[in-house]
């Protein structure tokens, strides 16, 4: 919950435009958490907040009331503003989601299955991504339409390239295929959740020595 201590800490007036933009990587991983849980409450009819842990933290610090008795109506408009505003995510960024999430989750049971699935295809997306990418991390943050550009030509190549020299690498590759073909995310979506992690990343204070 670090980034509501960050970009909440402080009374709302007093947190500049500015604080709310150094939003860091576990910031993005949370808002992005919140929306997931404010889309399955709103298409699911969840009213249990208590089900919902990121988004009742979401809610409750920035006390937005729920629209239409209905949970997660409110929480996903709120969410998915701060997320476009401070990221700069895309409306076909959050539609993918919200079909991704109508897809798979017809009840409540799916709900558990569908983010472990999705916490599988991350995982395995980024171990690739960092295998791959890694000399491209050192490129300095200024280059940021060739660190995209690069960005999306590696994710073009975990969907269709298969003579890959390392087996491991192979056989994750296979893997985030068969999670893309079930969650349903365009090779557009993968890059732009990729780049923007990547950015961050970039961005993260290095460990001391």
Not at 39 to 44: I, N
Not at 107 to 128: E, R
Not at 131 to 149: A, E, G, I, T
Request: glycine share 4%; hydrophobic share 40%; charged share 25%.
């Amino acid at each position: 919950m670090n980034i509501f201590s960050k970009l909440f800490g402080k009374k709302q007036a007093e947190a500049t435009e500015e604080t709310v933009r150094v939003g860091g990587m576990e910031d993005f991983m949370t808002l992005i958490r919140v929306y997931y849980q404010a889309v399955m409450a709103a298409q699911l009819g969840i009213s249990n907040i208590n089900f919902l842990p990121d988004m009742a933290v979401f809610k409750r610090t920035l006390k937005i009331p729920t629209q239409n008795n209905k949970l997660g109506i409110a929480e996903k408009t709120r969410c998915r503003k701060m997320l476009a505003d401070i990221y700069g995510l895309t409306d076909s960024f959050f539609k993918e989601i919200d079909n991704s999430i109508k897809k798979n989750c017809k009840n409540v049971n799916d709900v558990k299955t569908y983010l472990f699935m999705f916490q599988g295809f991350s995982q395995d997306l980024m171990m690739v991504i960092g295998n791959l990418m890694q000399w491209k991390f050192r490129m300095p943050s200024v280059l940021k339409k060739m660190l995209r550009n690069m960005t999306e030509k590696t994710i073009h190549d975990i969907l269709t390239k298969t003579d890959w020299k390392d087996d491991g690498v192979r056989k994750t590759c296979t893997n985030i295929r068969h999670y893309q073909h079930t969650l349903g995310y365009s090779e557009s979506w993968m890059t732009e959740y990729v780049y923007n992690i990547v950015l961050l990343a970039k961005k993260e204070p290095k460990p001391k020595a």
